[in-house]
């Protein structure tokens, strides 16, 4: 049976030159990279040199990019630094379509005793930027802003808002799990503090990101103990998945510019093709600012995980809303904050590609969707 992977912005396949750049440091190059004999300084200069590719693809000085476990590690650090290096401050500004590697870090510290403002979006997923304004305050610690949503497949206007949090002296943080690979980032021109990465997002493996935080930055570690990462992230540090991300991060800055055009393609012909053929469908997030690889649609009266389970069985991977809320039959934050009606929210799809989807794969799902829709309509306890 032919299989196609449409489930990218939950987790993306290895490249083969990153397993291929990792296997030396599975193997004979197991040194520890903070000894000082040979066996570490080997390692250690791997290391380095993934360092130097990551703060490349970004327009970011090497100093500036601690590596974490993963992309929820470098959320959760950032707000914590931010939160302890101003005990002042109580004050933390978010948005309501956060992944829940912040939403709930957010969450957590208002039941500290935080008081914390979730700026809203409208019916397209965008910022409610009058209401992002108003919530700016000189109590404020952090800003922590998504770059792009992982269901929707959005991007926020970080340029601006980071301008704006900025201006009043408020560290600004942004979540750009979704976005480093997809989206050009040059941290030159762009006013942010911290943005935190993923590497299973960009063609490395799972368990691995980083946290960049611009130098003059107050930093406080999140982890506690030895003095790797410059004494910002205590852990021997994990130098295979290190050296994957750093190899992950050369292929997106190498390929990123011709990437996204042949993906974005895609999406499209994708998109066209599904609304074309099954009636009673709206994508949802905003057409003019999204992510090149990522279309949601909804289809009316049917339920999101019956379809997903019938795709599954035509060998076709998807999502409903994001991998982490998929198991619960309730629509997602994202699509409830955006106020999708009901009976389309709950029949939303997300359809994420990579650079290893053919047209071959998007034709494919083109071809099964209507049936799968028509059979779920034709059993669908919601009225049609
Ligand atoms: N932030 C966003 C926007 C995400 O999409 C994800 C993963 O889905 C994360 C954070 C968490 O990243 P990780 O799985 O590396 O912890």
């Known amino acids: 049976m032919k299989t196609v992977y449409l489930d990218n912005n939950a987790t993306t396949a290895v490249s083969p030159e990153v397993v291929t750049a990792m296997l030396p440091y599975m193997g004979e190059l197991y040194g520890n990279p903070s000894s000082i004999h040979s066996f570490g300084g080997q390692v ?42 101003q005990p002042e401050k109580r004050h933390i500004v978010t948005s309501r379509v956060e992944h829940p590697a912040v939403l709930n870090v ?46 929707i497949g959005n991007i926020y206007p970080v340029q601006h808002l980071a301008e704006m949090a900025k201006e009043k002296g ?32 960009i063609h490395a493996p799972k368990g691995i990101g980083a946290l960049y935080v611009r130098k003059g930055t107050r930093f406080r570690a999140f982890l506690k103990g030895g003095h790797q990462e410059n004494g910002r992230r205590a852990g021997t540090e994990n130098v295979p998945y ?49 992510l090149p690889n990522t279309s949601n649609i909804s289809f009316k009266n ?15 991977a998807a999502s409903s809303g994001s991998a982490c809320t998929s198991g619960s039959l309730e629509p997602s934050h994202v699509l409830r904050a955006m106020g999708v009606p009901f009976n389309y929210a709950h029949g939303s799809i997300r359809l994420s590609l990579s650079r290893y989807t ?20 034709a059993i669908s306890p919601f009225k049609n």
Not at 173 to 198: E, N, R, Y
Not at 303 to 316: K, N, Q, V, Y
Not at 361 to 377: A, M, W
Request: hydrophobic share 40%; net charge negative; aromatic share 6%.
């Open 170 to 201: 408020i560290l600004f943080h942004t979540d750009a799990v979704q976005a480093v690979g997809k989206t050009p980032i040059d941290l030159k021109h762009l006013p942010v503090d911290m943005l935190s990465l993923s590497g299973h997002k």
């Open 242 to 290: 290190i050296v994957g991300l750093g190899m992950a991060a050369q292929l997106s800055a190498d390929f990123m510019q011709d990437e996204r055009v042949n993906v974005a393609l895609l999406r499209d012909r994708l998109e066209k093709g599904i609304l074309e053929r099954v009636p009673d469908t709206l994508v949802n997030g905003d057409p003019e600012n999204r």
């Open 44 to 85: 250690g200069e791997a290391v380095e040199t993934a360092r130097k590719r990551v703060a490349s693809l970004l327009g970011a000085h090497p100093e500036e990019i601690i590596f974490t476990s993963c992309g929820t590690e470098s959320d959760n650090a950032a707000i914590w630094s931010a939160l302890q290096s």
């Open 358 to 377: 053919t047209e071959a794969d998007v034709d494919y799902v083109i071809e099964k969707f209507p049936e799968v829709i028509q059979t779920l309509r």
């Open 302 to 316: 049917v339920e999101g995980e019956a379809i997903l389970l019938m795709l599954d069985r035509l060998g076709i």
């Open 106 to 151: 957010c969450q957590y510290w208002e039941r500290q005793g935080y008081h914390v403002s979730y700026i809203g979006v409208d019916e397209k997923g965008r910022l409610n930027l009058d209401e992002y304004a108003a919530a700016l305050s000189p109590d404020t610690a952090i800003v922590s802003i998504m770059f792009a949503n992982n269901e």
